[in-house]
Protein backbone atom coordinates (compact mmCIF):
# COMPACT_ATOMS: atom_id res chain seq x y z
CA UNK A 1 0.00 0.00 0.00
CA UNK A 2 1.16 3.63 -0.62
CA UNK A 3 2.03 5.25 2.52
CA UNK A 4 4.62 7.65 4.45
CA UNK A 5 6.32 7.08 7.25
CA UNK A 6 7.61 9.15 9.62
CA UNK A 7 9.49 6.07 12.20
CA UNK A 8 10.20 8.83 15.38
CA UNK A 9 7.38 10.26 16.76
CA UNK A 10 8.69 12.57 19.21
CA UNK A 11 12.30 13.58 19.49
CA UNK A 12 14.51 15.99 21.93
CA UNK A 13 17.26 17.70 21.36
CA UNK A 14 19.53 20.43 22.56
CA UNK A 15 19.69 23.64 21.10
CA UNK A 16 22.95 24.21 19.11
CA UNK A 17 22.75 19.88 18.17
CA UNK A 18 22.35 18.68 14.87
CA UNK A 19 18.78 17.66 14.21
CA UNK A 20 17.74 14.30 11.74
CA UNK A 21 14.00 13.32 10.80
CA UNK A 22 13.74 10.54 8.94
CA UNK A 23 10.80 9.91 6.02
CA UNK A 24 10.72 6.76 4.24
CA UNK A 25 7.54 6.42 1.39
CA UNK A 26 6.30 3.36 -0.24
CA UNK A 27 5.06 4.16 -3.85
CA UNK A 28 5.47 2.46 -7.12
CA UNK A 29 7.04 5.29 -8.82
CA UNK A 30 9.21 8.29 -6.99
CA UNK A 31 7.03 10.91 -6.05
CA UNK A 32 7.11 14.13 -5.41
CA UNK A 33 8.91 15.08 -1.76
CA UNK A 34 8.04 17.80 0.65
CA UNK A 35 8.73 18.84 4.16
CA UNK A 36 6.32 20.97 5.88
CA UNK A 37 6.74 22.57 9.44
CA UNK A 38 3.57 23.29 11.48
CA UNK A 39 4.19 25.36 14.50
CA UNK A 40 1.56 25.60 17.35
CA UNK A 41 -1.48 26.71 16.44
CA UNK A 42 0.22 27.83 13.20
CA UNK A 43 -0.24 26.49 9.73
CA UNK A 44 1.44 24.12 7.45
CA UNK A 45 5.24 26.10 6.21
CA UNK A 46 7.02 24.47 3.60
CA UNK A 47 10.40 23.85 4.22
CA UNK A 48 11.58 22.44 1.16
CA UNK A 49 10.98 20.13 -2.02
CA UNK A 50 12.41 17.71 -3.69
CA UNK A 51 11.17 17.14 -7.65
CA UNK A 52 14.55 15.52 -9.55
CA UNK A 53 17.73 16.82 -9.58
CA UNK A 54 20.28 16.61 -7.05
CA UNK A 55 19.52 15.09 -4.41
CA UNK A 56 20.44 17.13 -1.66
CA UNK A 57 17.89 20.33 -1.65
CA UNK A 58 18.39 23.33 0.45
CA UNK A 59 15.57 24.76 2.42
CA UNK A 60 14.71 27.63 4.41
CA UNK A 61 15.27 27.86 8.43
CA UNK A 62 18.72 26.53 7.66
CA UNK A 63 17.04 22.70 6.70
CA UNK A 64 18.47 20.72 4.59
CA UNK A 65 17.14 17.30 2.84
CA UNK A 66 18.35 14.45 1.16
CA UNK A 67 16.74 12.29 -1.00
CA UNK A 68 17.72 8.40 -1.42
CA UNK A 69 16.40 6.40 -4.18
CA UNK A 70 17.41 3.14 -2.82
CA UNK A 71 16.20 3.32 0.69
CA UNK A 72 13.02 4.99 -0.26
CA UNK A 73 13.79 7.62 2.06
CA UNK A 74 13.98 11.83 2.56
CA UNK A 75 15.33 12.59 5.63
CA UNK A 76 15.86 15.95 7.23
CA UNK A 77 18.73 17.53 8.52
CA UNK A 78 19.48 20.69 10.50
CA UNK A 79 23.32 21.43 11.85
CA UNK A 80 22.26 23.29 14.90
CA UNK A 81 18.67 23.83 16.12
CA UNK A 82 17.83 26.90 17.62
CA UNK A 83 15.20 26.86 20.22
CA UNK A 84 12.33 28.52 17.42
CA UNK A 85 12.88 24.83 15.83
CA UNK A 86 10.51 23.49 18.29
CA UNK A 87 7.80 22.55 15.95
CA UNK A 88 5.73 19.47 14.44
CA UNK A 89 7.38 18.21 11.11
CA UNK A 90 5.42 16.38 8.41
CA UNK A 91 7.03 14.67 5.41
CA UNK A 92 4.47 14.75 2.53
CA UNK A 93 4.91 13.10 -1.06
CA UNK A 94 2.45 14.14 -4.11
CA UNK A 95 1.98 11.82 -7.20
CA UNK A 96 2.75 13.41 -10.18
CA UNK A 97 -0.73 11.93 -11.41
CA UNK A 98 -2.66 13.02 -8.10
CA UNK A 99 -3.42 16.27 -9.32
CA UNK A 100 -1.79 17.67 -6.90
CA UNK A 101 -2.82 15.65 -3.40
CA UNK A 102 -0.28 15.82 -0.97
CA UNK A 103 -0.08 12.58 1.33
CA UNK A 104 1.54 13.21 4.84
CA UNK A 105 3.34 11.38 7.23
CA UNK A 106 2.49 10.91 10.84
CA UNK A 107 4.30 13.29 12.00
CA UNK A 108 7.90 14.09 14.41
CA UNK A 109 7.24 16.33 17.15
CA UNK A 110 10.52 17.92 17.79
CA UNK A 111 11.41 19.24 21.56
CA UNK A 112 14.99 21.90 21.90
CA UNK A 113 15.69 21.86 25.26
CA UNK A 114 18.10 24.80 26.40
CA UNK B 1 4.26 38.34 -0.02
CA UNK B 2 0.99 36.69 -1.23
CA UNK B 3 -0.80 33.87 1.34
CA UNK B 4 -3.75 32.41 1.69
CA UNK B 5 -6.75 33.10 3.72
CA UNK B 6 -9.08 31.74 5.80
CA UNK B 7 -12.15 32.89 8.08
CA UNK B 8 -12.90 32.24 10.51
CA UNK B 9 -10.09 31.04 12.63
CA UNK B 10 -12.37 28.74 14.67
CA UNK B 11 -15.92 28.16 14.49
CA UNK B 12 -17.84 26.43 16.97
CA UNK B 13 -21.20 24.79 16.01
CA UNK B 14 -23.48 22.06 17.88
CA UNK B 15 -24.14 18.91 16.07
CA UNK B 16 -26.56 18.55 13.30
CA UNK B 17 -25.94 22.37 12.29
CA UNK B 18 -24.52 23.66 8.72
CA UNK B 19 -20.76 25.28 8.42
CA UNK B 20 -19.06 27.09 5.68
CA UNK B 21 -15.42 27.49 6.10
CA UNK B 22 -14.01 30.10 3.54
CA UNK B 23 -10.99 30.39 1.99
CA UNK B 24 -9.34 32.85 -0.03
CA UNK B 25 -6.60 31.09 -2.37
CA UNK B 26 -3.65 33.06 -4.00
CA UNK B 27 -5.06 35.06 -6.99
CA UNK B 28 -3.10 33.21 -9.69
CA UNK B 29 -3.58 29.90 -8.10
CA UNK B 30 -5.82 27.22 -10.06
CA UNK B 31 -6.12 24.15 -8.18
CA UNK B 32 -7.46 24.42 -4.30
CA UNK B 33 -7.29 21.86 -1.88
CA UNK B 34 -9.10 20.75 1.70
CA UNK B 35 -7.00 18.84 4.28
CA UNK B 36 -8.16 18.61 7.54
CA UNK B 37 -6.11 17.45 10.82
CA UNK B 38 -7.83 16.05 14.20
CA UNK B 39 -6.18 16.56 16.97
CA UNK B 40 -3.14 15.26 17.50
CA UNK B 41 -3.22 13.52 14.23
CA UNK B 42 -1.61 13.34 10.71
CA UNK B 43 -3.10 15.88 7.97
CA UNK B 44 -5.39 13.84 5.83
CA UNK B 45 -6.36 15.26 2.15
CA UNK B 46 -10.17 15.80 1.76
CA UNK B 47 -10.45 16.95 -1.77
CA UNK B 48 -8.89 18.52 -4.51
CA UNK B 49 -10.62 21.47 -6.91
CA UNK B 50 -9.73 22.22 -10.90
CA UNK B 51 -11.68 24.30 -13.36
CA UNK B 52 -14.76 24.25 -11.52
CA UNK B 53 -15.39 21.18 -10.54
CA UNK B 54 -13.89 18.15 -7.93
CA UNK B 55 -10.98 16.32 -9.43
CA UNK B 56 -10.28 14.29 -6.60
CA UNK B 57 -11.97 13.28 -3.48
CA UNK B 58 -11.20 10.91 -0.60
CA UNK B 59 -13.12 8.42 1.35
CA UNK B 60 -13.64 10.91 4.22
CA UNK B 61 -15.17 13.31 1.66
CA UNK B 62 -18.50 11.90 1.54
CA UNK B 63 -22.52 13.38 0.81
CA UNK B 64 -22.26 15.78 3.81
CA UNK B 65 -19.28 17.81 2.39
CA UNK B 66 -19.52 20.08 -0.56
CA UNK B 67 -17.19 22.67 -2.11
CA UNK B 68 -17.64 25.57 -4.08
CA UNK B 69 -16.02 28.67 -5.56
CA UNK B 70 -18.71 31.17 -5.70
CA UNK B 71 -16.88 33.80 -7.13
CA UNK B 72 -13.33 34.34 -8.38
CA UNK B 73 -11.59 34.93 -4.99
CA UNK B 74 -13.31 32.39 -2.64
CA UNK B 75 -13.38 29.02 -1.98
CA UNK B 76 -15.25 27.19 0.09
CA UNK B 77 -15.87 23.42 2.22
CA UNK B 78 -19.38 23.28 3.13
CA UNK B 79 -20.83 20.71 5.81
CA UNK B 80 -24.46 20.35 5.62
CA UNK B 81 -24.89 18.73 8.71
CA UNK B 82 -22.22 18.45 11.47
CA UNK B 83 -21.07 15.53 13.64
CA UNK B 84 -19.16 15.30 16.67
CA UNK B 85 -16.06 14.08 14.78
CA UNK B 86 -16.12 16.91 12.03
CA UNK B 87 -14.43 18.37 14.97
CA UNK B 88 -10.62 19.42 13.37
CA UNK B 89 -8.39 21.81 12.17
CA UNK B 90 -9.61 22.45 7.92
CA UNK B 91 -6.36 23.90 5.71
CA UNK B 92 -7.06 25.26 2.67
CA UNK B 93 -4.53 25.22 0.13
CA UNK B 94 -3.71 26.34 -3.18
CA UNK B 95 -1.25 25.91 -6.12
CA UNK B 96 -0.20 27.54 -9.27
CA UNK B 97 0.60 26.42 -12.36
CA UNK B 98 3.71 25.66 -14.47
CA UNK B 99 3.26 25.05 -18.72
CA UNK B 100 -0.36 24.58 -17.45
CA UNK B 101 0.03 21.57 -15.00
CA UNK B 102 0.13 22.20 -11.37
CA UNK B 103 3.27 22.92 -9.69
CA UNK B 104 3.19 20.99 -6.85
CA UNK B 105 4.15 23.41 -4.58
CA UNK B 106 1.07 23.80 -2.23
CA UNK B 107 0.71 27.11 0.05
CA UNK B 108 -1.38 26.49 2.78
CA UNK B 109 -3.72 29.12 4.85
CA UNK B 110 -3.51 29.36 9.18
CA UNK B 111 -6.44 27.08 9.53
CA UNK B 112 -10.01 26.98 10.75
CA UNK B 113 -10.63 25.03 13.75
CA UNK B 114 -14.10 23.56 13.81
CA UNK B 115 -15.39 22.49 17.40
CA UNK B 116 -18.50 20.48 17.10
CA UNK B 117 -20.63 20.46 20.43
Known amino acids: AQSVTQPDIHITVSEGASLELRCNYS??????LFWYVQSPGQGLQLLLK??????LVQGIKGFEAEFKRSQSSFNLRKPSVHWSDAAEYFC????????????FGAGTQVVVTP | EPEVTQTPSHQVTQMGQEVILRCVPI?????FYWYRQILGQKVEFLVS????????KSEIFDDQFSVERPDGSNFTLKIRSTKLEDSAMYFC???????????????FGPGTRLTVT
Open chain 1, 50 to 55: YFSGDT
Open chain 2, 93 to 107: ASIGTSGGLPSYEQY
Open chain 2, 27 to 31: SNHLY
Open chain 1, 27 to 32: YGATPY
Open chain 1, 92 to 103: AVALTDSWGKLQ
Open chain 2, 49 to 56: FYNNEISE
